[in-house]
């Protein structure tokens, strides 16, 4: 299986802030990476899929990058509702895997 | 309106059953691959299965292969996962998704929580 690492497990920011959450794969997956965003208790919703494409309906401070095994999730200027849970997931090859998450917290 | 919602959860003891079921509505199910994931308390998510559209397509997670089956019913509009042999380590929220590509998952349902105890 694909191992897929978020390189923190939690992040401190402020509203404003510039955030970037990266994610490593075990091996190449472009261009098949997902980021989701997930609130407590609730389901996660898809922000970027396909490395950079931001799904439809998400604001156009979130942005993917990346290629091969490295990729970036940014967040232009953190906003309240942004503080949450956030996953990588490789779409390369079945079993989907996830990354662990990155917690981003006031 | 894109709709999934599960049902079908509960408390089954180690070793016992449960069938839960994905309800669509709001889009053509039946063109559709859908997907299972599940998120134990206060981890991560993890992918379960998947089915193609018509069915003809299904691969599992090693963790769950020989245990669960995934299956759907496009004449109904629904999304099946049959857990057997159940352990305490499936004690978790089962979702399921929507993928518009095989790649990504573009709506989920709400989830529904699977409590493996006795």
């Known amino acids: 299986d694909i191992q897929m690492t978020q390189s923190s497990s939690s992040l401190s920011a402020s509203v404003g802030d510039r955030v970037t959450i990266t994610c490593r794969a075990s091996q190449s997956i472009s261009p098949y990476l997902n980021w989701y965003q997930q609130k407590p208790g609730k389901a996660p919703k898809l922000l970027i899929y396909t490395a950079s494409s931001l799904q439809s309906g998400v604001p156009s401070r979130f942005s993917g990058s990346g290629s091969g095994t490295d990729f970036t999730l940014t967040i232009s200027s953190l906003q309240p509702e942004d503080f949450a849970t956030y996953y990588c997931?490789?779409?390369?090859?079945?079993?989907?895997?996830f990354g662990q998450g990155t917690k981003l917290e006031i | 309106e894109v709709q999934l919602v599960e049902s079908g959860g509960g408390l089954v003891q180690p070793g016992g059953s449960l069938r839960l079921s994905c309800a669509a509505s709001g889009f053509t199910f039946s063109t559709y691959w859908m997907y299972w994931v599940r998120q134990a308390p206060g981890k991560g998510l993890v992918w379960l299965s998947r089915i193609h559209s018509d069915g003809s397509v299904i691969n599992y997670a090693d963790s769950v292969k020989g245990r669960f089956t995934i299956s759907r019913d496009n004449a109904k509009n629904t999304l099946y996962l049959q857990m057997n042999s159940l352990r305490a380590e499936d004690t978790a929220v089962y979702y399921c998704a929507r993928s518009p590509s095989t790649r990504y998952f573009d709506y989920w349902g709400q989830g529904t929580l699977v409590t493996v105890s006795s």
């Open positions: 997931q490789q779409s390369y090859t079945t079993p989907y895997t």
